[in-house]
């Protein structure tokens, strides 16, 4: 049980992130698992983030949906929760995987503000309605998740729509997420590390300059959110590509490429940061697919990618999907990607830029509950 229990948070520590690039949603952890009537369970419980990540997934039609996460420090030792539970909580802390404030205030509409992301809450933000004008003229912007059928659903609360939907990067957003920061305080697990040189705490995962949250404004002035102190500016930010992976027409993730870091996508990659298509592919696809098939390189703004399976793929220029167009890539060839080109490892498993790889088959989700299934039925539906 109590091994189940840990095989499901793994798989939720999966689905949070304050990368920029990669979340999809802002939401206050301490709002959302004391959501009791999504279950009727007990009054705190961490597994209802995955029950609305799961939702989330399955309204965006893709898997392994990121939140960003927004956490009271309270609810680190918060009484509610199991030991476990607040264990994991502070592991998130402690890698800069969730954002935990003193003060949480309007944090979580800032950083939708900045990032351009809907907003998961049951809150009213009727007195931040003239900062954030977006609240209430964006339908789609800021959701509630309730009781469902099977599971959470989301109801918008401007329009009554039940799809989160993204705007665009705030003028602001944009301007602050240009460059890197640096935060004074010792292991700052949101602006340290990455070269921090006297700053880094080796302890801690160092933290890719390229993924690092967006800054508070306090007065204009960008700030560490979790220090109050005001952040330095390390330079411009490192160029990033976002790829996605597609597989049997379906998003099944997103991962970011920079310049300091190549990764390898495959069956089951060995190097660190690899990209693992094995859970989603069927047996043929499994044989064809080499543990390490492709590898993805960002150079001076072009994304180079090289073959170094055992049997080969092929680019499809411009996304084309007629087989005259195909371009083989033989093992150890490399090529630079064009706009809307599409590696394709095996018929039906493609990678590509993220915005130009759109998802395009009925979704079957792969719930981040499928790792311990027996524990996600042991869950009491609503
Ligand atoms: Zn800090």
């Given amino acids: 049980m109590r091994f189940e229990i840990s095989k499901v948070l793994d798989a939720i520590e999966g689905r949070v992130c304050t990368d920029p690039s990669l979340a999809r949603a802002v939401l206050d952890l301490a709002e959302v698992i004391r959501y009791q009537d999504l279950d009727g369970g007990r009054p705190a419980n961490l597994l209802r983030l995955g029950m609305v990540i799961d939702a989330l997934a399955r309204d965006l039609e893709e898997d392994s949906v990121p939140v960003y996460a927004i956490v009271h420090r309270a609810l680190l030792s918060d009484p509610d929760l199991t030991s476990n539970e607040r264990m994991v909580v502070r592991r998130w802390a402690d890698d800069g995987l969730v954002e935990v404030l003193d003060h949480p205030g309007d944090r979580m509409l800032e950083v939708a503000d900045l990032l351009g992301l809907p907003v998961l809450s049951r809150a009213r933000f009727d007195g931040l309605r003239g900062r954030f004008p977006w609240t209430v003229e964006q339908p789609g912007r800021v959701l509630a998740p309730v009781p469902g059928a099977g599971g959470p659903v989301f109801i918008a609360h401007v329009g009554g729509g039940n799809v989160p939907v993204a705007g665009t990067r705030s003028a602001t957003g944009e301007k602050l997420l240009a460059r890197q920061w640096r935060c004074p305080e010792p292991g700052c697990a949101l602006f340290g590390g990455g070269g921090g040189g006297a700053f880094a705490d080796l302890a801690r995962v160092e933290r890719a300059p390229a993924g690092q949250p967006p800054p508070a404004l306090r007065g204009g002035v960008p700030t560490c959110p979790?220090?109050?102190?005001?952040?330095?500016?390390?330079?411009?930010?490192?160029?990033?590509?976002?790829?996605?992976?597609?597989?049997?027409?379906?998003?099944?993730?997103?991962?970011?490429?920079?310049?300091?870091?190549?990764?390898?996508?495959?069956?089951?990659?060995?190097?660190?940061?690899?990209?693992?298509?094995?859970?989603?592919?069927?047996?043929?696809?499994?044989?064809?697919?080499?543990?390490?098939?492709?590898?993805?390189?960002?150079?001076?703004?072009?994304?180079?990618?090289?073959?170094?399976?055992?049997?080969?793929?092929?680019?499809?220029?411009?996304?084309?999907m007629a087989e005259a167009d195909r371009i083989?890539?033989?093992?150890?060839?490399?090529?630079?990607?064009?706009?809307?080109?599409?590696?394709?490892?095996?018929?039906?498993?493609?990678?590509?830029?993220?915005?130009?790889?759109?998802?395009?088959?009925?979704?079957?989700?792969?719930?981040?509950?499928?790792?311990?299934?027996?524990?996600?039925?042991?869950?009491?539906r609503p």
């Fill in 226 to 320: 979790r220090h109050g102190a005001r952040l330095g500016d390390a330079g411009p930010r490192p160029r990033t590509e976002v790829l996605a992976v597609r597989i049997g027409g379906l998003i099944r993730r997103r991962f970011v490429l920079t310049e300091e870091q190549p990764v390898l996508v495959g069956r089951a990659p060995e190097e660190q940061g690899g990209i693992v298509l094995g859970q989603w592919l069927n047996d043929e696809a499994r044989r064809w697919i080499s543990r390490g098939h492709v590898r993805f390189e960002l150079r001076v703004g072009e994304v180079i990618v090289t073959d170094v399976s055992t049997n080969g793929s092929g680019v499809r220029p411009g996304g084309s």
């Fill in 328 to 380: 083989a890539l033989k093992p150890q060839q490399s090529r630079v990607l064009s706009a809307g080109d599409m590696v394709e490892l095996y018929p039906g498993v493609q990678v590509g830029r993220a915005d130009e790889l759109p998802s395009g088959a009925p979704f079957t989700p792969t719930s981040v509950m499928a790792e311990a299934p027996t524990m996600a039925m042991r869950l009491p």
